[in-house]
């Protein structure tokens, strides 16, 4: 680990910062119908221009791996997925300036400078994601971000909603699309939506007594998801991970530590594997959205991450099919 960007801890003051925003149920609701309707507004457009500017190669094997022998309504599901990851990136970039603190400068991006310390798998702006062309096209053509921006009107200071807001826009404007062709889809990979109250009572039987537990000896726990689907399993262990080390002042206090759980210990220690691209690539956006908090919190230790690039190792998540693997 290379010494220069970390600062001598005892140099280091203060309590974390335990912000909590105050977003009523109806308030996510108000959220997630902004993104619905942005959506909708976008998906027309997204098959009008596709032709021109998707990567042709990538869609192309997607759209065969769809297999559907109606090609109309199979693009129209690939439009609906590509408008899907277009609003919800800019959402996400929206909230991690909020969380920033950059919220008005628009020359200021911190979900790109996030993903320059991944490796080249593991990225969201990688060449292999045939999802990202519009947003990468609307981001810098259209007022896209500004738009759904004046819609917003609640400055987020945590990640405490993001999971709901997430899974409602998922459920709600994906899921519960009509399409024939997507019901299909969901069907052949054994797509089901696992409500988040499972998911907790889940890690609770798993966790007990505590999300101390997830600290215990110093060590990170391994966890493997081989039907990973959006990752809404991963995403509440690193929830909860992130807890026990906000809680944990020794550990959150420590620019060393918490630059090791980052860049090594999570990496080595969290595996998963889906077989739909993209749910896969849902996954990776949030996972990565999870492990925000540990960047933000170097950021405020002094810890200047950004002198070189790629730091963090390759998060052991893969696009297969688990049954099919070699024992």
């Not at 081989?226 to 399993?233: A, E, K, R, T, Y």
Request: glycine share 4%.
């Amino acid at each position: 680990m290379p010494s220069s960007p970390i600062p001598d801890s005892s140099t280091l003051q203060g309590q974390p910062k335990r912000q909590r925003v105050a977003i009523s149920e109806e308030q996510v609701k108000q959220i997630v119908d902004i993104l619905g309707s942005m959506l909708i507004k976008i998906k027309n457009e997204i098959m009008d221009i596709k032709e021109k500017y998707a990567p042709t190669a990538a869609v192309n094997f997607l759209l065969r791996r769809m297999e559907s022998s109606d090609a109309i309504l199979t693009n129209d599901v690939y439009c609906l997925m590509t408008g899907f990851m277009t609003i919800y990136l800019v959402f996400i970039e929206l909230l991690f300036k909020d969380l920033s603190n950059n919220s008005h400068n628009t020359k200021i991006n911190p979900l790109e400078d996030f993903m320059q310390l991944f490796s080249e798998n593991d990225t969201l702006f990688g060449s292999d994601n045939p999802f990202l062309w519009y947003y990468l096209y609307a981001r810098t053509n259209t007022s896209i971000l500004e738009d759904l921006d004046k819609q917003l009107t609640i400055h987020f200071t945590s990640l405490n909603h993001i999971d709901s807001i997430f899974s409602r826009f998922y459920t709600v404007y994906f899921l519960g699309e009509e399409s024939n062709t997507q019901k299909k889809h969901q069907k052949d990979h054994g797509q089901y939506y696992t409500p988040h109250s499972v998911i907790r009572f889940m890690w609770d039987r798993c966790l007990l007594p505590s999300s101390s537990s997830l600290l215990r000896n110093g060590n990170i726990p391994r966890v493997f998801d081989p039907c990973l689907g959006i990752g809404s399993f991963l995403c509440e262990f690193l929830s909860r991970l992130v807890n026990a080390c906000r809680f944990n002042l020794d550990i959150w206090n420590d620019p060393r530590r918490l630059y090791s759980i980052l860049t090594t210990e999570i990496p080595e220690s969290v595996y998963g594997i889906e077989i739909d691209p993209f749910a896969f690539q849902l996954c990776k956006i949030n996972m990565l959205i999870h492990l925000f908090p540990f960047y933000q919190r170097l950021l405020e230790l002094n810890v200047q991450l950004h002198q070189t690039s790629r730091i963090i190792q390759r998060i052991r998540l893969f696009c297969n099919d688990t049954l099919k693997l070699d024992k």
